[in-house]
Nanobody, 121 residues
Framework: QVQFVESGGGLVQAGGSLRLSCAAS????????MSWYRQAPGKQRDLVAI???????NYADSVKGRFTISRDNVKNMVYLQMNSLKPEDTAVYYC???????????????WGQGTQVTVSS
């Protein structure tokens, strides 16, 4: 009923930039918190950045000052602008959101399929 699709990943050299996008579609009544997570090989999935419906943001210490999360509430999209990328940023990046489904009016957690970001040194 609800789908999230990420795009914008790829291969970039250290110091470069990428912009990730995540589009939500389906039976969406409203979206509360939206966020980006990442998972490197052999490691757990970690929170990178979070944004509320009102636009308040918070970041993992490792990306503060380099990454910026934003959202478009009309288009149901969330973005992650990543600057000054480092090899340790290499991971699969996932978008996540708390969504109230139109048909059931119930809240649920939804994830995208992930997009690979690889930063070469």
């Amino acid at each position: 009923q609800v789908q999230f699709v990420e795009s914008g990943g790829g291969l970039v050299q250290a110091g470069g930039s990428l912009r990730l996008s995540c589009a939500a579609s389906g039976s969406i009544f409203s979206i509360n918190i939206m966020s980006w997570y990442r998972q490197a090989p052999g490691k757990q999935r970690d929170l990178v950045a979070i944004i509320t419906s009102g636009g308040s943001t918070n970041y993992a210490d490792s990306v503060k000052g380099r990454f910026t999360i934003s959202r478009d509430n009309v288009k149901n999209m969330v973005y992650l602008q990543m600057n000054s990328l480092k090899p340790e940023d290499t991971a699969v990046y996932y978008c996540h959101a708390a969504v109230k489904v139109t048909t059931t009016r119930l809240w649920g957690d939804y994830w995208g399929q992930g997009t690979q970001v690889t930063v070469s040194s």
